[in-house]
């Protein structure tokens, strides 16, 4: 059995399609698992055992490029796959398994996808409450699953694997040293400030670890790397935290995250790799919600003070920092943060 998984192009949404593939992959262990995703892909693909090639999608984001999309499917048909399951929802994801004239072609309906996929799936959003939940779903046929209640065992969690010969590596490319056990944090987030949590909550926070005898490693995109400064800028032990953001390819973030003892993060791409490489981590959420996309492991701690989903817009967020996320107190992050490594020390 050969199957092309069309895959998404966000860092969480990517980790949370893990899931899929480790389930597949316990439904029939000879399973080929190919999937088409974009090139930064790569370095968490190569990580995942569950996928045996990945395959660079040469088409941005939101260009619909119909010539290209054929000539790809077209290309993708001496491969002979058996099923393709396409997991964003745009119609233009649809018509490169389709041009491909893979016999099955499977996916949630999304923008009047009718033709275009053969194994059609209507979703009901209440019954799959959880993004996790859709994307594994589509392993098993629709005539047995009309609900998360459905799926015939607990979800598989994604699970990178990460070789201690590639963290310390990566450890010796930035010369650093664990002689002191590090903590990873991630202040990036889409939409700007508005998902963040406060610079200077984090800066007080790092002061706090750091007398812990810690070191901080901040993570993130270049777009990340002025946070970075205005923490350590902020910190009154800022030579003991390492500003990464912008510095590092994923690959090396990943490596990076896997030899920290903790991790702290805001809603983001990162927080589900954290997740996955199985580190204790507290995550701060504000106007978005953690109900749809929670980090999915048993290490994780979710600090929220309100309620609901609130909408945030790129506009919105330019204006500064949500109160929600202001509220949160350097404290309570602290306490929750210890209180987390304990009992997972005493667990392992």
């Known amino acids: 059995m050969k199957t092309l998984i069309i895959g998404p192009s966000w860092v969480g949404d990517m980790m949370m399609s893990q899931s899929l593939y480790r389930t597949l992959k316990q439904l029939d262990p000879s399973i080929e698992i190919d999937v088409m995703a974009p090139a930064w892909c790569r370095a968490l693909l190569d990580k995942m055992p569950e996928v045996n090639q990945s395959i660079a999608m040469p088409i941005s984001h939101g260009e619909f490029a119909l010539s290209k999309r054929y000539q790809l499917g077209k290309e993708l048909r001496n491969n002979q796959y058996d099923q393709a399951i396409i997991l964003p929802n745009s119609f233009k994801s649809a018509l490169i398994p389709f041009f491909a004239k893979i016999a099955k072609r499977t996916g949630w309906k999304g923008e009047m996808r009718y033709g275009l996929l053969n194994d059609l799936r209507v979703l009901d959003k209440q019954a799959f409450p959880l993004m996790v939940e859709r994307y594994v779903a589509l392993a098993y046929s629709k005539q047995n699953i009309h609900s998360a209640k459905d799926i015939p065992q607990p979800i598989l969690w ?64 270049a777009k990340d790397k002025i946070v970075g400064e205005q923490i350590i800028a902020k910190m009154n032990h800022g030579k003991q935290c390492i500003n990464l953001a912008g510095q590092t390819e994923l690959g090396q973030a990943i490596n990076l995250i896997a030899a920290c003892k903790a991790v702290v993060t805001n809603d983001s791409g990162l927080m589900h790799v954290a997740a996955a490489l199985d580190k204790p981590l507290v995550a701060l959420y504000g106007p978005s919600s953690p109900d749809f996309t929670p980090p999915l492991s048993n290490k994780a701690e979710v600090i929220r003070l309100i309620t609901g989903y609130h909408r945030v817009r790129k506009g919105d967020a330019e204006q500064g920092y949500h109160q929600s996320l202001i509220d949160i107190k350097p404290d309570l992050v602290f306490e929750t943060l210890m209180n987390l490594i304990v009992r997972c020390e005493k667990s392992c």
């Open 158 to 221: 994604p699970k990178l694997n990460v070789l201690t010969n590639e963290v310390e590596q990566t450890l010796s490319t930035f010369n650093i040293t664990n002689d002191e056990p590090l903590i990873g944090f991630c202040p990036g987030a889409e939409f700007g400030p508005a998902k963040r949590w406060p610079d200077y909550h984090y800066a007080a926070l790092a002061d706090k670890i750091v007398k812990q005898h810690a070191k901080i490693i901040i993570f993130g995109s």
